[in-house]
């Protein structure tokens, strides 16, 4: 047999020449993505473990492949100042680059199986898809997005195109070069402040802290991205009411009076089963403490609490958007987003009337 004879290897789609990342003298390739900068011999994984030095040349692992395609509503990101009430298509595929003992998400973000990605689509079936189903964004989740940045930039350029938005949903872990290429792509973003010391980040998600913080001061100040922050609660580790305050006091101050801040109830999961979820009152002090802080839109979210997650104006006190979880029973909005009842501008990105998606959740089968 000839070599024009042979079978040609098959290649596998889901690998693709990675970016952000560097040759090093001993012939190691870094990563660049995030502040890691994990360095791999030939063979060897990221901790993300979806980006990999193969045969000497950086490579992301999982393009176009997927753990799952839904339909939620945006306010389950959550976003509740960004296109309220509308759906959104939310996908996620691997791996993750932080090693947080509490992950609500393990399954996915922690997966080292390439079985968790059973479903296949290219950037344009999303934009594609999002657009029939009448999505108006496509949501980055489930794991963050800059693990796999090649896949996410793309989808959103396929997105844009169609008129349909891009939202990341991220703990903000990455470096310069790359945040400046996934937010110059991106429509909105939820980012995950994980706790407000370099202790906590260190000992419980094994990254830093100074990073997610640059993060947020870039997207708020160098992008047109709007940006909420979530913050989830965990009883004795991140919720005393000194680093809540010093928390809020820097957001007020360093990204301003108008950025949406969630703080999330914790339920025992992964590694961190011997917390306790979170009392209702622990949520309470820390939207009273943002409040206090001057944030104008302060939220508490996986429990019950109708008056607590909604939004009031911080002028009148009327209560322009009414929220049951995710459902919307009041809109007290005018077409440029203010106050009916005063005129004062309420912050966000309010793009005609409010959507009645709800509380639906609607898996998605993408075909290729």
């Known amino acids: ?28 390739l870094q990563c660049d993505v995030c502040p890691r900068f994990c360095r791999l011999a030939d063979g060897q994984r990221g901790l993300c473990f979806v ?42 595929t691997a791996g993750c680059n932080l090693a947080c003992s509490f992950c609500q998400n393990w399954d996915i973000s922690k997966s080292r199986a390439t079985d968790t990605l059973a479903h296949a689509a290219s950037p344009d079936a999303i934009a594609r898809a999002a657009a029939e189903a009448g999505c108006r ?9 800059v693990v796999f940045l090649e896949y996410a930039v793309d989808a959103a350029d396929a997105c844009r195109a169609r008129g349909v938005r891009s939202v990341a949903v ?22 995950d402040l994980k706790a407000f010391t370099e202790a906590f980040y260190r000992r419980v998600t094994k990254s830093q802290l100074a990073p997610v913080l640059e993060t947020l001061e ?49 339920h025992p999961d992964y590694r961190m089963r011997d917390k306790p979820r979170t009392p209702h009152a622990t949520l309470m002090m820390a939207r009273r403490i943002a409040v206090e802080a001057g944030l104008r839109y302060a939220y508490i979210g996986n429990v019950h609490d109708p008056a607590r997650d909604s939004t009031w104006c911080h002028a009148c006190g009327e209560k322009v958007i009414g929220r049951d979880w995710y459902r919307l029973d009041r809109w007290r909005l005018d077409g440029q987003g203010a106050c009916r009842a005063c005129g ?19 898996p998605v089968r993408i075909a290729a």
């Not at 000839?2 to 190691?28: F, K, N, Y």
């Not at 909420?228 to 809020?248: A, K, Y």
């Open 137 to 145: 964004s496509v949501a980055f989740t489930y794991n963050d997005p």
């Open 170 to 191: 991220t703990a903000g872990y990455m470096t310069p070069p790359a945040r400046a290429e996934i937010y110059r792509h991106m429509d909105a973003a939820n980012v």
């Open 51 to 92: 980006r990999a030095n193969q045969g000497g040349r950086m490579v992301l692992t999982t393009y176009g492949r997927s753990s799952g395609f839904c339909i939620d509503p945006i306010e389950k990101k959550p976003l509740y100042h960004f296109l309220p009430g509308t759906p959104v298509l939310s996908f996620g």
């Open 1 to 28: 047999m000839t070599a024009e004879d042979a079978i040609p290897a098959a290649v596998d789609p889901s690998v693709v020449p990675a970016r952000h990342w560097q040759r090093l003298d001993d012939g190691r």
């Open 344 to 362: 004062t501008p309420v912050a966000g990105i309010f793009d005609g009337p409010p959507g009645r998606w709800g509380s639906k959740r609607q």
């Open 218 to 266: 870039y997207i708020r100040r160098e992008t047109r991205c709007w940006l909420e922050i979530t913050t989830l609660l965990i009883p004795g580790e991140n919720d005393s009411q000194g680093e809540l305050e010093r928390m809020c006091a820097w957001i007020a101050e360093r990204l301003g009076p108008d950025v949406p801040v969630h703080f999330s109830a914790f």
